[in-house]
């Protein structure tokens, strides 16, 4: 089957360039910001691409690439596979190994605690990233830091409270609410995490095991993974159970969820609009 007319230019670029002949295609479902399809090719083989303009979000799928690249070689979690990134006639693309599902496995949720607490294992020297990411079509920095209340203060909270700012939200921020969260942030080394861990960021895979996509990784607090678990459901309790056996939280954690949970809040409110102040608010007056 023909793509689409005003994407065949770029689904021919990709087929010649990949070496495959595309047989059939599929418009894929879930994301909001990216047209995302299935390519099936002469060969049987399957393939994920991710399109977008190359003005709108620059550098995006590049960075995503190095988020996946980086999680990968961890070697704890299942990560799809980047055969190719680039730009063709104002378009980037991103093509991806296609992942087959099938029905998670009994210890499915026991699995996923595990591996997310060994790709947590991994660190770095400081909190950061060599480059530059997104968060959704956010664009999130993550210039280099030595603690984790400074990284959060400063690449993820401060980025956003700007934006929020721009788009004329009073959040109402006072020197308190920094210094407190300061004090209240654990001390922990960096760990390599998902950046953006909501239940339609991971996949089943065939073996009926867990797998994880789009990232906006970083090396950065571990306890933001797991407070975005909680922020809107679909994990099973049994991986924070497993979690916690696999790599222990430290004392308090249960009282940090909301004070991590403001930067996905913060995220929400600049994409999403006014109906996210009311829970951000609240969060900065509760550590105000």
Excluded at 160 to 189: C, G, H, M
């Amino acid at each position: 089957m023909n793509a689409p007319e005003d994407l065949k230019p770029i689904f021919d670029q990709l087929a010649e360039k990949n070496n495959f002949q595309i047989n059939d295609f599929a418009r894929l479902t879930g994301g909001d910001i990216n047209d995302v399809f299935l390519i099936k090719t002469l060969s049987s083989e399957e393939f994920v691409v991710k399109l977008n303009s190359s003005h709108k979000f620059p550098g995006m799928f590049t960075a995503e690439k190095m988020g996946l690249e980086i999680l990968k070689r961890s070697g704890n979690i299942d990560i799809p596979i980047v055969f190719d990134v680039g730009e063709f006639e104002g378009k980037t693309y991103l093509l991806l190994e296609y992942k087959v599902s099938a029905k998670p496995t009994e210890y499915f949720w026991d699995l996923f605690g595990k591996q997310l607490a060994r790709l947590h294992k991994n660190t770095a020297s400081k909190f950061g990233l060599a480059n530059d990411n997104y968060i959704g079509s956010l664009p999130q920095q993550n210039n280099f830091c030595t603690t984790p209340a400074d990284f959060y203060i400063s690449e993820r909270l401060e980025p956003q409270l700007k934006l929020a700012r721009d788009k004329n939200y009073n959040l109402e921020i006072t020197k308190n609410f920094f210094k407190n969260i300061s004090e209240i942030i654990p001390q922990e080394p960096p760990s390599l995490i998902h950046g953006d861990l909501w239940n339609g960021n991971y996949l089943v895979n065939s073996s009926g095991h867990p797998c994880l996509i789009d990232p906006a990784m970083a090396y950065a607090p571990r306890e933001m993974d797991l407070a975005m678990m909680k922020l809107f459901g679909g994990f099973d309790q049994q991986i924070f159970q497993s979690y916690q056996q696999e790599f222990p939280l430290l004392n308090g954690f249960e009282e940090r969820i909301p004070l991590w949970q403001l930067y996905y809040l913060l995220v929400h409110l600049n994409l999403f609009g006014v109906g996210y102040k009311s829970a951000v608010r609240d969060i900065i007056r509760q550590f105000s």
